[in-house]
């Protein structure tokens, strides 16, 4: 089951962590004057196993941004734009209605994140961690 995380926290064999993270952008935003934000973690959940059963259940060819930046091989990854606006294309195909309640929230945090990373115009990236 999808739930929060707080540094410390103790995950679960197979669990990933998921984490909105802010990044320190260079370039001008046209934001207002003033200092800019801090980087780092926003949000940070832990999956429950739910982003490998959804790939399971969907498979690669549904969600190929969310397959190609699963963790399994490097313990980690980013999700940088353009890709975030790519999964959330991808997650708004899929029938939410059809799957269990742990993978459709999943599926609707990430259109979330994927939607304010876009706005955010490359200062969110979204991590995916195995959580070893």
Do not use: F, N
Not at 51 to 62: E, P, Q, S, Y
Not at 63 to 79: K, N, Q, V
Not at 110 to 130: K, P, V
Request: hydrophobic share 40%.
């Amino acid at each position: 089951m999808l739930r929060r995380c707080e540094a410390g926290d103790e995950r679960g064999e197979g669990e990933y962590l998921l984490v909105l993270y802010r990044v320190a952008v260079k370039a001008r935003t046209g934001r207002a004057a003033g200092p800019p934000p801090e980087p780092g973690a926003l949000e940070t959940w832990a999956d429950g196993g739910a982003t490998r059963a959804v790939l399971r259940r969907l498979g690669a060819h549904a969600l190929p941004t969310l397959a190609r930046h699963e963790p399994d091989i490097d313990h980690s990854t980013r999700i940088k734009e353009p890709a975030t606006a790519a999964l959330v294309r991808e997650i708004g195909q899929v029938d939410l209605v059809r799957l269990p309640e742990d993978e459709r929230a999943l599926l609707r945090l990430l259109s979330d994140w994927g939607r304010r990373a876009a706005a955010a115009r490359g200062a969110l990236r979204i991590i995916i961690d195995d959580a070893r």
